[in-house]
């Protein structure tokens, strides 16, 4: 139990244009995601926490207008990066947290360059 | 600034030895306590959570808990190779209806066969 998957698991896009990355507990709703992202030897950075039907609240720093989240329903959750720019290349993580809360399960990444 | 600390490594330990893991948090209200565990180019994957004061065995996984102290340890007893990972101490944050974590910078363990 407890799955969570992501799509596409990797993608190389142009600078300028959009890419979508989706989000989906496969086994459970999930009342609350999580996005991350994870650049080289670093550690996890939260960049937005998403709730089901309502607005996602970024951590500061994080362009709410570059970094489109939509919670459609309680198993997807998805992450537009617009106008990508060679420096969003990384690697993003969503997570998901059950209505019964607690713990979070992660879904396998998504590893993204921006050429 | 709420903090949660490691020692980044990397700890190195022979197979089958007894691998300690380590955590501190700043937080004297979180309440719920994670281990995860990151291999190389993939996302982090669930070892283990407590919530209470002591310890708490999985297998050859064994979590403890000292909240007066600020503590959450993790102990791999047997390590073996396959364990070679970085593992990420996370804390929940009680202000947080969210329930958003807080990870640490994660400990890099090599178990060398």
């Known amino acids: 139990g407890a799955v969570v998957s992501q799509h596409p698991s990797w993608v190389i896009c142009k600078s300028g244009t959009s890419v979508k990355i989706e989000c989906r507990s496969l086994?459970?709703?999930?009342?609350?995601m999580f996005w991350y992202r994870q650049f080289p030897k670093q550690s996890l950075m939260l960049m937005a926490t998403?709730?089901?039907?309502?607005?996602?609240?970024?951590e500061q720093g994080v362009e709410k207008d570059k970094f489109l989240i939509n919670h459609a329903s309680l198993t997807l959750s998805t992450l537009t990066v617009t106008s990508a720019h060679p420096e969003d290349s990384s690697f993003y993580i969503c997570?998901?947290?059950?209505?019964?809360?607690?713990?979070?399960?992660f879904g396998p990444g998504t590893r993204l360059t921006v050429t | 600034q709420k903090e949660v600390e490691q020692n980044s490594g990397p700890l190195s330990v022979p197979e089958g030895a007894i691998a300690s893991l380590n955590c501190t948090y700043s937080?004297?209200?979180?309440?719920?306590f994670f281990w995860y565990r990151q291999y190389s180019g993939k996302s982090p994957e669930l070892i283990m959570f407590?919530?209470?004061?002591g310890d708490k065995e999985d297998g050859r996984f064994t979590a403890q808990l000292n909240k007066a102290s600020q503590y959450v340890s993790l102990l791999i007893r047997d390590s073996q190779p396959s364990d070679s990972a970085t593992y990420l101490c996370?804390?929940?944050?009680?202000?947080?209806?969210?329930?958003?974590?807080?990870f640490g910078t994660g400990t890099s363990l090599t178990v060398i066969p």
């Open positions: 998403s709730n089901e039907g309502s607005k996602a609240t970024y």
């Open positions: 086994d459970f709703q999930a009342t609350t």
């Open positions: 997570s998901a947290r059950g209505l019964a809360g607690g713990t979070q399960y």
């Open positions: 407590i919530y209470s004061n």
């Open positions: 937080d004297r209200g979180s309440q719920s």
């Open positions: 996370a804390v929940n944050d009680p202000s947080n209806t969210g329930n958003q974590f807080y």
